[in-house]
């Protein structure tokens, strides 16, 4: 064998791995009397917002959100205030996270729509992948996100007896965990992917859809 055929075989003993988990909710705010709020929020000169109930997706770094909906101008020296403004905001002070999500509406049919009044398409979705840090600011989102108008015109489809439904889809990743591993892992473990699923099952982790029979409500996931 020549000196050249052994370029590029390499032994390897041991090595390492590094890993990340991640945490997703899809949370909506449900507002009722919406038309009410949009068409005094645009005629006052006042600062006008509104912000949800607190939630959280159970990461590591016990994160608290909620989302902020304002109404502002169309741009620093108008008198008109005519768009709404959302943004995902956090009460903990000196949050640093690694974040992706996206925010909507849910039309009459319950589909997602965005901002730019398409119908939600997790294939191509204008996913955020953003470094949350609150040290400078609490919120992060759209100023410009929907037009007032846009959301009175009912052939929109946004209201049903007059309540709107807004959220997010958040995803929050935990800090990267690094060690070593030996060559042999795989073939050491006794693992079968049937005792992941049971795990699933009996912690409820990362459940992604609730059904509800009766007063009963029961965590499942998606895979099943």
């Known amino acids: ?31 009722n009397e919406i038309s009410s709020w949009l068409k005094t929020a645009k005629s006052t000169q006042d600062d006008v917002h509104m912000n949800s109930p607190l939630f959280s997706t159970g990461a590591k770094i016990k994160d608290s959100w909620y ?32 974040t992706k999500f996206i925010f909507f509406f849910l039309n009459n049919e319950r589909k997602k729509i965005l901002h730019d009044r398409t119908v939600f398409n997790e294939s191509s979705g204008p996913w955020i992948d953003h470094l949350f840090d609150n040290s400078s600011f609490s ?10 108008d846009t959301l009175l015109e009912r052939e929109n489809g946004f209201f049903q007896n007059d309540t709107l ?34 795990d699933l099952f009996e912690t409820k982790k990362k459940c992604d859809i609730i059904i509800k029979v009766g007063d009963q409500k029961f965590d499942v996931h998606k895979l099943f």
């Not at 919120?139 to 007032?148: D, L, M, R, Y």
């Open 67 to 98: 989302l902020q909906l304002k109404i502002v101008k169309d741009n620093v020296g108008s008198k008109n205030k005519s768009w709404v403004s959302i943004y995902l905001c956090t009460i903990i002070k000196d949050l640093k996270a690694r």
């Open 1 to 31: 064998m020549s000196k050249d055929a052994n370029i590029g075989l390499i032994n390897i003993k041991e090595g390492g791995y590094s890993f990340t988990d991640k945490h997703t909710i899809i949370y909506t705010w449900t507002i």
């Open 139 to 148: 919120g992060w989102g759209f100023a410009n996100f929907v037009k007032i």
């Open 165 to 198: 439904i807004v959220g997010v889809d958040l995803t929050v990743y935990d800090d990267y965990v690094t060690a070593n591993s030996p060559n042999n892992l795989l073939e050491d473990s006794k693992r079968k992917l049937s005792d992941d699923f049971e």
